[in-house]
């Protein structure tokens, strides 16, 4: 299974930004996918998750002005970001739980992350 994340880039504070993280190869179901961040010189932090059904999780820091979104025809997890602010700098790294085959456990895999920066 291959993670492909894209989106990011440098934004002025209070601009927006969608990433997208698509996976492919040998996938029989997707359960949880999410979005995950580090910052500079802190630890990997959750941002937002959604499951199968739609149900989404998100960081306090982010509830308001982060969207998560899914595509399961394209196995794909959107992220729109609005409102960005300085403290949200960091790289972005997806995460997807995937069942390769149908007897097969649910395995975790992450994207390449791409960066995100908030600057004026």
């Known amino acids: 299974v291959q993670l492909q994340a894209s989106g990011g880039g440098l934004v002025q504070p209070g601009g927006s930004l969608r990433l997208s993280c698509a996976a492919s190869?040998?996938?029989?179901?997707?359960?949880?996918m999410g979005w995950y961040r580090q910052a500079p010189g802190k630890q990997r932090e959750l941002v937002a998750t959604?499951?199968?059904?739609?149900?989404?999780n998100y960081a306090d820091s982010v509830k308001g002005r982060f969207t998560i979104s899914r595509d399961n025809a394209k196995n794909t997890v959107y992220l729109q970001m609005n409102s960005l602010k300085p403290e949200d700098t960091a790289i972005y790294y997806c995460?997807?739980?995937?069942?390769?085959?149908?007897?097969?456990?649910?395995?975790?895999?992450w994207g390449q992350g791409t960066q995100v920066t908030v600057s004026s």
């Open positions: 995460k997807v739980n995937v069942r390769s085959h149908l007897l097969d456990p649910y395995r975790d895999y």
């Open positions: 190869g040998s996938i029989f179901s997707i359960s949880v």
């Open positions: 959604i499951t199968s059904g739609g149900m989404t």
